[in-house]
């Protein structure tokens, strides 16, 4: 019988405590740990069968090593935060046991990121007979595999890329992040970045702006050029790419309030000296905002996340969009969480389940597009996210 250790309690937390519970079949005994017991067991009370609940700090990997050698787990799936990740695929070379995250590494003192530092324990990983899935959520995660899915099914050559990440949903208060605060704001205050001819450009923080007309009633919005981590896996694994871009959609009083916090410094890392104590005002930030595990009751509407692809098939141009569509209260009916932490903690689980399974099997350090994109697919639209296909006349977004 398999057993998987989750690390991390909050909103993805939660909907891969629920697709793990809800399919015993593939995981059969369920930890569910982190910093904070109170918030595991709030979880496991809402869940279809019992799961076991645990404290860790997984910033120590001693701690960390004793509870995986306790729980004995096939797989941990590490959905706390990125700076945890190197501290626990420490723990799991020292156990034995695979890896499994949604988002790459940071160091909590530069907001930086990339995989650098985690494709570095490749060999560690072989050495020890074992895999980390790295970037298994929507965004990295299902957005690799998208484009995975367009090499393999619909083109002999892909010449760009642009991956467009829209939330349309509305939890009604005038400034909310969908996921961690600290880590949205790091990410969209830091400078855009995308990939052309052979090199990186650079744009400021949220200076290249389009109008993109989003599928099912969604409509059109103004989406906004970041960078995003996928699109350095990406390249490497295809380097026929010549262009790749990452767009997200902000509303414009996100973007006022944001904007408002980073003149006034509540948006920086370094410590600040209050009263005799040392502050970092983005954490104190976090503090002070809507947590996002609580959004999930008011908010409404949808998200679209899909990669638009234009290149050659047969000899002819081609422009191919996959997207899924996801719905808010849908999620949150389902699950208590809203439709951001449930496209992230589905692609969770069912990257955990290819490897519980051996369909995507290995040694070493692996992105998500490095497999065979068709059973993770299948198994994601099977447990709530559908992939949806179209074939637009024009090229360019
Ligand atoms: P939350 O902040 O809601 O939850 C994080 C959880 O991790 C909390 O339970 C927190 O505990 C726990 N945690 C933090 N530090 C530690 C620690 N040192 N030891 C043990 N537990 C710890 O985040 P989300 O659920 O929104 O996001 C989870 C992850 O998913 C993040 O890494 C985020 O970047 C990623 N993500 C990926 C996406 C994708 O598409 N690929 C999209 C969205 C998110 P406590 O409550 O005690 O602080």
Same mark, same amino acid.
């Given at each position: 019988m398999n057993r998987v250790l989750i690390i991390g309690a909050g909103g993805v937390g939660r909907v891969v405590a629920f697709k793990c519970a809800?399919?015993?079949?593939?995981?059969?005994?369920?930890?569910? +740990?982190?910093?904070?017991?109170? =918030?595991?067991?709030?979880?496991? =009370?809402?869940?279809?069968?019992? #799961?076991?609940?645990?404290?860790?700090?997984?910033?120590?990997?001693?701690?960390?090593?004793?509870? #995986?050698?306790?729980?004995?787990?096939?797989?941990?799936?590490?959905?706390?935060?990125?700076?945890?990740?190197?501290?626990?695929?420490? +723990?799991?070379?020292?156990?034995?046991?695979?890896?499994?995250?949604? +988002?790459n590494y940071e160091h909590p003192d530069e907001a930086k990121f990339c995989y650098g530092p985690q494709w570095e324990y490749h060999d560690r990983f072989q050495k020890a007979g074992i895999m980390a899935l790295l970037g298994s959520g929507f965004d990295p995660g299902v957005t690799n595999v998208y484009v995975a899915r367009a090499k393999k099914h619909h083109f002999?050559?892909?010449?760009?890329? !642009?991956?467009?990440?829209?939330?349309?949903?509305?939890?009604?208060?005038?400034?909310?992040?969908? /996921?961690?605060?600290?880590?949205?704001?790091?990410?969209?205050?830091?400078?855009?970045? /995308?990939?052309?001819?052979?090199?990186?450009?650079?744009?400021?923080?949220?200076?290249? =702006?389009?109008? /993109?007309? /989003?599928?099912?009633?969604?409509?059109?919005? !103004?989406?906004?050029?970041?960078?995003?981590?996928?699109?350095?896996?990406?390249?490497?694994?295809?380097?026929?790419?010549?262009?790749?871009?990452?767009?997200?959609?902000?509303g414009q009083s996100y973007l006022t309030h944001l904007k408002a916090l980073e003149n006034v410094g509540m948006t920086r890392i370094d410590p600040v000296m209050y009263e005799g104590k040392e502050i970092i005002p983005l954490q104190f930030l976090k503090k002070l905002l809507p947590d996002p595990a609580s959004l999930g009751p008011r908010t409404v509407g949808k998200t679209c996340i899909g990669c638009r692809i234009c290149g050659e098939k047969d000899g002819r141009q081609k422009t191919y969009f996959i997207y899924n569509v996801c719905d808010h209260q849908t999620c949150y009916r389902e699950t208590g969480a809203q439709a951001v932490s449930y496209t992230t903690g589905v692609p969770a689980a069912a990257g955990a389940a290819m490897i519980l399974q051996d369909i995507w099997h290995g040694t070493g350090v692996f992105n998500m597009e490095q497999f065979d994109p068709d059973p993770f697919l299948r198994l994601v639209a099977q447990w709530g996210l559908p992939w949806i296909e179209s074939f637009p006349d024009t090229g360019e977004i």
């Open positions: 809800q399919n015993a079949d593939i995981f059969g005994e369920v930890t569910l +740990a982190s910093r904070t017991k109170s =918030k595991c067991d709030v979880i496991a =009370k809402d869940l279809p069968r019992n #799961i076991r609940t645990e404290t860790v700090d997984a910033d120590n990997v001693t701690e960390l090593t004793a509870l #995986i050698r306790e729980v004995q787990p096939n797989l941990v799936i590490n959905v706390a935060l990125p700076y945890q990740d190197l501290t626990i695929m420490d +723990a799991c070379i020292e156990t034995g046991v695979n890896y499994l995250d949604t +988002a002999d050559r892909m010449d760009t890329v !642009d991956i467009i990440d829209c939330n349309a949903g509305d939890h009604g208060y005038p400034f909310a992040t969908n /996921f961690n605060p600290e880590i949205n704001i790091r990410e969209v205050s830091a400078k855009g970045r /995308f990939f052309e001819n052979g090199g990186w450009q650079e744009t400021e923080p949220l200076s290249v =702006k389009k109008v /993109f007309d /989003f599928p099912e009633g969604i409509g059109p919005k !103004d989406i906004y050029l970041l960078y995003h981590e996928e699109m350095e896996s990406l390249i490497k694994h295809f380097p026929e790419v010549r262009r790749m871009r990452f767009w997200m959609t902000f």
